[in-house]
């Protein structure tokens, strides 16, 4: 059974940092990419990041460019997405997908398996 396991959100204040992981099982890891979306109370989902294995492509949205980064340790199965100076509007659930389509303008997930999100609250 496949499992992506989202962990490490939580609430921090206006330019705080947060670690969040996403912990894959039940596939070979090393077989898909895995992506970061979020999705904000009342707005739709957006991807975030992805590593493409492939090629080594790094996809960032360009609101997080700067301030957020993601990083894979294949020997957990995990992937990780370093994010500091948070800001309010990034506010969000966060969640991690697998299958995901990574490239250098996108993430995209029409396939992807999906973890059960955590949830990122930063106050102002």
């Known amino acids: 059974e496949v499992q992506l396991q989202a962990s490490g959100g939580g609430l921090v204040q206006d330019g705080g940092s947060l670690r969040l992981s996403c912990a894959a099982s039940g596939y070979n890891f090393d077989d898909w990419d895995i992506g970061w979306f979020r999705q904000a109370p009342g707005k739709e989902r957006e991807g975030v990041s992805c590593?493409?294995?492939?090629?080594?492509?790094?996809y960032l949205t360009d609101s997080v460019k700067g301030r957020f980064t993601i990083s894979s340790d294949n020997a957990k199965n995990t992937v990780y997405l370093q994010m500091n100076d948070l800001k309010p509007e990034d506010t969000a659930v966060y969640y991690c997908?697998?299958?995901?389509?990574?490239?250098?303008?996108?993430?995209?997930?029409?396939?992807?398996?999906w973890g059960q999100g955590t949830q990122v609250t930063v106050s102002s």
């Open positions: 997908a697998a299958r995901v389509i990574c490239v250098r303008d996108g993430v995209h997930a029409p396939f992807g398996w």
């Open positions: 590593i493409n294995r492939n090629d080594g492509t790094i």
